[in-house]
């Protein structure tokens, strides 16, 4: 699931010995391959990222995409190709012959001569450890007080006591119990519930939502961290569209028109990079106007992030280095000035706005000291602060909302319609 960190080397041929010498292979996308008329055995060369392996006795089976159909082509190699170079993910160019597929479940496949790998990807050896944090807590990992408290439904013997000896609630956030895991495992996440007492019923927010988690051990720069996050989101789709095709199209056929080209206008470029205070600015020469008048040290609103989507030509765009003042106690002081800012990075995405929020942590001892007891929170959280006493290293992490995502990859405008069971203010049913 996180293979983010897909690293390019030199072009390696999976094959020993030399092939025979052929009349040019025609290139081809894989598109026009899986529309050819032709299959007479005509040589082509297609190029993409493989989506499955399937391998046999004496044949192996790969599928690839190049992000021009939500239908992958199906390639039919001798059993003597490498299968564990070719792994999910990694980017290949392969020539061969284009023929009719017995299958019924494809008119063409492209019988191997020749596979080159472009790219390796790590993708199933990132070393992430799935940790499976807590939904009952006892702290408040956003800071903002939208909780839901835990209770006993009967009253217990001494009602002044708590059940736990503390307050307890709903999980807003596993990230505090993975920076403690980080520390073990290094690179560590979580997929699960969490929870927000927030009084709204816009379309985008719900009291119940599932996450994903990621919390990365010596990460030094948001760079480094945007990259993983870049990398979830183009794989995590990829894998969507290669998997789920029918359901995929029933939404963008019927619900979302034209959200097909959307989404590829968004896998095949690179994300975009903006500071806070270059939002703002885009946001104040805005000819639109706004129901709330964008200004520095006030939040982005959801309108000032779709604006700002569109601005950057409806590709996802990372907003960094946001106000101190706005941000959790968590997140690392840029130590910079007079406008004080914090290593904090939110991704906007076309139709959603914020998709996933993320941060370099405070991994200084005394700077976290400060901004804990700035706030009241210094007894609380003391066992926060001893992790920075005990071999602390810099580290980082991010959160995607599941729904949201889904949102943004099906053009389903409002997301109480992307989860069967939702949950919001004055209303949970069953």
């Given at each position: 699931?996180?293979?983010?960190?897909?690293?390019?080397?030199?072009?390696?041929?999976?094959?020993?010995?030399?092939?025979?010498?052929?009349?040019?292979?025609?290139?081809?996308?894989?598109?026009?391959?899986?529309?050819?008329?032709?299959?007479?055995?005509?040589?082509?060369?297609?190029?993409?990222?493989?989506?499955?392996?399937?391998?046999?006795?004496?044949?192996?089976?790969?599928h690839?995409?190049?992000?021009?159909?939500?239908?992958?082509?199906?390639?039919?190699?001798?059993?003597?190709?490498?299968?564990?170079?070719?792994?999910?993910?990694?980017?290949?160019?392969?020539q061969?012959?284009?023929?009719?597929?017995?299958?019924?479940?494809?008119?063409?496949?492209?019988?191997?001569?020749?596979?080159e790998?472009?790219?390796?990807?790590?993708?199933?050896?990132?070393?992430?450890?799935?940790?499976?944090?807590?939904?009952?807590?006892?702290?408040?990992?956003?800071?903002?007080?939208?909780?839901f408290?835990?209770?006993?439904?009967?009253?217990?013997?001494?009602?002044?006591?708590?059940?736990?000896?503390?307050?307890?609630?709903?999980?807003?956030?596993?990230?505090?119990?993975?920076?403690?895991?980080?520390?073990?495992?290094?690179?560590?996440?979580?997929?699960?519930?969490t929870?927000?007492?927030?009084?709204?019923?816009?379309?985008?927010?719900?009291?119940?939502?599932?996450?994903?988690?990621?919390?990365?051990?010596?990460?030094?720069?948001?760079?480094?961290?945007?990259?993983?996050?870049?990398?979830?989101?183009?794989?995590?789709?990829?894998?969507?569209l290669?998997?789920?095709?029918?359901?995929?199209?029933?939404?963008?056929?019927?619900?979302?028109?034209?959200?097909?080209?959307?989404?590829?206008?968004?896998?095949?470029?690179?994300?975009?990079?903006?500071s806070?205070?270059?939002?703002?600015?885009?946001?104040?020469?805005?000819s639109q106007?706004?129901?709330?008048?964008?200004?520095?040290?006030?939040?982005?609103h959801t309108?000032?992030?779709?604006?700002?989507?569109?601005?950057?030509?409806?590709?996802?765009?990372?907003?960094?280095?946001?106000?101190?003042?706005?941000?959790?106690?968590?997140?690392?002081?840029?130590?910079?000035?007079?406008?004080?800012?914090?290593?904090?990075?939110?991704?906007?995405?076309?139709?959603v706005?914020?998709?996933?929020?993320?941060?370099?942590?405070?991994?200084?001892?005394?700077?976290?000291?400060?901004?804990?007891?700035?706030?009241?929170?210094?007894?609380?959280?003391?066992?926060?602060?001893?992790?920075?006493?005990?071999?602390?290293?810099?580290?980082?992490?991010?959160?995607?909302?599941?729904?949201?995502?889904?949102?943004?990859?099906?053009?389903?405008?409002?997301?109480?319609?992307v989860?069967?069971?939702?949950?919001?203010?004055?209303?949970?049913?069953?």
């Open positions: 699931m996180f293979g983010a960190r897909c690293l390019l080397r030199a072009l390696r041929s999976c094959t020993s010995a030399p092939c025979p010498r052929h009349k040019p292979s025609a290139r081809l996308s894989v598109r026009d391959a899986l529309g050819a008329r032709s299959t007479n055995g005509e040589r082509v060369k297609v190029q993409g990222w493989i989506r499955s392996v399937r391998s046999q006795k004496e044949v192996l089976f790969l690839i995409n190049d992000g021009s159909s939500l239908e992958s082509l199906q390639v039919v190699a001798d059993s003597s190709f490498d299968s564990r170079e070719l792994a999910f993910g990694s980017s290949v160019e392969v061969g012959q284009l023929v009719k597929s017995p299958s019924k479940k494809q008119n063409v496949e492209l019988k191997a001569e020749k596979i790998i472009v790219g390796n990807c790590d993708a199933k050896d990132s070393g992430f450890v799935h940790i499976h944090t807590p939904i009952i807590t006892s702290n408040d990992c956003e800071g903002a007080g939208e909780l408290q835990v209770e006993p439904s009967s009253k217990i013997k001494v009602p002044e006591e708590n059940f736990f000896n503390v307050p307890a609630f709903l999980t807003v956030s596993g990230q505090l119990h993975l920076e403690v895991m980080s520390g073990a495992f290094t690179q560590v996440f979580t997929f699960g519930p929870f927000r007492a927030e009084n709204s019923q816009s379309r985008r927010h719900l009291a119940e939502f599932y996450m994903v988690e990621a919390e990365i051990s010596f990460v030094e720069s948001l760079q480094d961290l945007m990259q993983v996050m870049e990398g979830l989101f183009k794989t995590a789709t990829m894998m969507v290669s998997n789920c095709t029918e359901d995929v199209e029933l939404c963008h056929k019927f619900i979302a028109p034209g959200q097909k080209d959307r989404l590829e206008h968004m896998l095949k470029n690179n994300f975009l990079i903006i806070y205070t270059e939002a703002v600015e885009i946001l104040k020469k805005a106007n706004f129901t709330f008048t964008p200004e520095w040290g006030v939040d982005l309108e000032h992030e779709k604006y700002l989507v569109k601005h950057c030509g409806n590709i996802p765009v990372f907003v960094i280095n946001y106000p101190l003042a706005l941000k959790p106690f968590y997140m690392r002081d840029n130590e910079d000035g007079p406008q004080h800012t914090v290593a904090a990075v939110d991704l906007l995405v076309p139709g706005g914020e998709l996933f929020g993320g941060s370099l942590r405070e991994e200084r001892y005394h700077f976290l000291e400060q901004r804990l007891a700035r706030s009241g929170l210094t007894e609380a959280y003391q066992w926060y602060l001893d992790l920075r006493r005990f071999g602390s290293v810099p580290h980082g992490g991010f959160g995607m909302g599941f729904e949201r995502y889904l949102q943004c990859i099906l053009g389903i405008d409002n997301i109480k319609d989860i069967p069971f939702p949950r919001f203010t004055h209303s949970c049913v069953l």
